[in-house]
């Protein structure tokens, strides 16, 4: 109570008007809920906020009836609301007698139940999760799917395209974006605004820069946290850039491949373990100075990984970024700064507290709760059953998989190339996240189910790529 009635207290020096309550559906998308400020009491904490979990997406065996319960340590001033307005978010609840107890469904009780998974196991008691997010900003875009139009337009004015057009000659060439400084980098300062709202928010900062793509695309690094909160911060940060970009006139996009031809947006998320504070993935012995455990753990992800991408890439737009000559990962393996395999383990992570790897197939359109917690659970799987990637012929690949002769590419497993593939391996490789009750199986099949619908209706509309190949046969 003692953090509720701090609450209170800010409400009343800042003058807080409305508190808003920020809840999570479960393709990951923020909802939220407000009340005025002066209904804002100890009450609320203990009882929630009703809201009705089948609107959510999420299909419960209980009544739909749940309680939000907000979390008073995600308490932020909402930097994008004229009318003072504090946020929260927090967890949902099933409405029992005498006490109400987590959803199993909601994400952020699935990523808290990982946690405590990992707790039980004895392997670590603390994740900590660096995810990088690349995004696009366009200065316009605009689609239409319908029965006359069916098509998509962007536009970025630094964009090659444009250099007919732009009298100030402030374009960049194609595929030459990376780390250029201005006058070529026009959303500097909305970037920079990015990050301090991220900071104000309690979400430390590594940089912001441009990416490789001419047509807008740009990354903000956080610093590794512990997952929950990172997990947390995920949401912010996307929120963050969202309204930033609209509020300098910009569209911002974490779509994975939204320009044909163009490099596409990933979110790699790089991971270690602690265990009473010591790192449990560090072994200045060990092949790139990584631990057993931390191979074992690698092994789980690369043994999981094409079930894994449906949960870390649910969109049908998400596999065509994950094709070859982009830096995208598309050959199941690990190595040290190799970007070709999935799993790239960092050469610049040399303190014995900072070694760690990165899975890099993973993008922004993901729900980051179900992302972090199914990397987390094939990790752990990986661990129990001591799957070594070098054993099960996974790797090292310190050399440039795309350099390879088509005959010895046709030897490596690859990525899923397909959401419907991805959610066949979902469907038939999900015990090591349904372990310890961490992910309901009811979950798993309302989400493999809703994907499913969404892959049947996409393959139903015509593309103007398909009027270009067969228009006129």
């Known amino acids: 109570m003692k953090k509720v009635q701090d609450i209170i207290k800010l409400i009343k020096e800042k003058d807080i008007k409305m508190v808003d309550f920020k809840m999570v559906d479960i393709n990951g998308q923020f909802r939220h809920v407000t009340i005025p400020a002066n209904n804002f009491s100890e009450a609320t904490m203990i009882?929630?906020?009703?809201?009705d979990a089948s609107n959510y997406g999420y299909a419960v065996v209980e009544k739909s009836d749940m309680v939000f319960i907000p979390d008073p340590d995600t308490a932020m001033i909402d930097p994008f609301c004229e009318i003072p307005t504090l946020s929260?978010?927090?967890?949902?609840?099933?409405?029992?007698?005498?006490?109400?107890?987590?959803?199993?469904?909601?994400?952020?009780n699935i990523i808290r139940a990982a946690v405590q998974y990992m707790k039980d196991s004895g392997v670590a008691d603390t994740?900590?999760?660096?995810?990088?997010?690349?995004?696009?900003?366009?200065?316009?875009?605009?689609?239409?799917?319908?029965?006359s139009y069916i098509g998509a337009s962007v536009d970025a004015k630094q964009?090659?395209?444009?250099?007919?057009?732009?009298?100030?000659?402030?374009?960049v060439p194609k595929q030459k974006n990376y780390h250029i400084a201005k006058p070529f980098d026009v959303s500097y300062e909305c970037r920079s605004e990015m990050c301090m709202l991220m900071q104000e928010a309690g979400i430390e900062i590594n940089y912001h820069h441009p990416e490789v793509?001419?047509?807008?695309?740009?990354?903000?690094?956080?610093?590794?946290?512990?997952?929950?909160?990172?997990?947390?911060?995920?949401?912010m940060i996307k929120y963050i850039i969202h309204n930033t970009a609209l509020k300098y006139g910009?569209?911002?996009?974490?779509?994975?491949?939204?320009?044909?031809?163009?490099?596409?947006?990933?979110?790699?998320?790089?991971?270690?373990?602690?265990k009473d504070g010591q790192p449990v993935f560090s072994d200045d012995n060990g092949y790139s100075n990584l631990s057993q455990t931390a191979h074992y753990f690698m092994g789980g992800l690369l043994k999981h990984i094409a079930s894994l991408c449906a949960l870390t890439n649910p969109s049908t737009n998400s596999f065509k970024r994950l094709v070859p000559g982009f830096e995208a990962p598309v050959t199941v393996g690990y190595a040290t700064s190799n970007r070709s395999a999935v799993i790239r383990i960092p050469a610049y992570a040399k303190a014995p507290e900072l070694r760690r790897f990165e899975l890099r197939n993973p993008d922004a359109t993901c729900n980051p709760y179900f992302c972090y917690a199914a990397i987390l659970m094939a990790g752990l799987d990986g661990i129990k059953n001591?799957?070594?990637?070098?054993?099960?012929?996974?790797?090292?690949?310190?050399?440039?998989?795309?350099?390879?002769?088509?005959?010895?590419?046709?030897?490596?497993?690859?990525?899923?190339?397909?959401?419907?593939?991805?959610?066949?391996?979902?469907?038939?490789?999900?015990?090591?996240?349904?372990?310890?009750?961490?992910f309901?199986?009811?979950?798993?099949?309302?989400?493999?189910?809703?994907?499913?619908?969404?892959?049947?209706?996409?393959?139903?509309?015509?593309?103007?790529?398909?009027?270009?190949r067969y228009y006129n046969l």
């Open 127 to 147: 994740m900590k999760i660096l995810p990088e997010f690349e995004f696009y900003l366009f200065d316009e875009v605009t689609w239409g799917v319908d029965g």
């Open 250 to 274: 910009k569209t911002a996009t974490f779509m994975p491949k939204p320009i044909y031809g163009e490099a596409g947006s990933g979110m790699h998320v790089h991971m270690l373990l602690l």
């Open 159 to 171: 964009s090659y395209w444009n250099s007919a057009t732009e009298g100030k000659g402030v374009v």
């Open 386 to 438: 001591k799957i070594d990637p070098h054993a099960e012929g996974w790797g090292p690949y310190d050399f440039n998989l795309y350099h390879l002769s088509d005959e010895e590419k046709a030897k490596l497993k690859g990525l899923p190339t397909s959401l419907p593939e991805a959610l066949d391996a979902l469907e038939s490789d999900n015990d090591y996240l349904t372990a310890g009750g961490v």
């Open 88 to 108: 929260m978010t927090g967890n949902a609840m099933i409405i029992d007698n005498p006490e109400n107890r987590p959803l199993p469904q909601y994400p952020r």
């Open 47 to 51: 009882n929630g906020i009703g809201f």
């Open 213 to 235: 793509a001419a047509s807008g695309q740009f990354e903000i690094e956080p610093q590794l946290g512990e997952v929950v909160h990172m997990a947390d911060a995920s949401m």
């Open 440 to 468: 309901p199986k009811e979950l798993l099949s309302n989400f493999i189910k809703s994907k499913r619908a969404e892959c049947a209706e996409l393959s139903k509309i015509p593309t103007p790529a398909e009027f270009d």
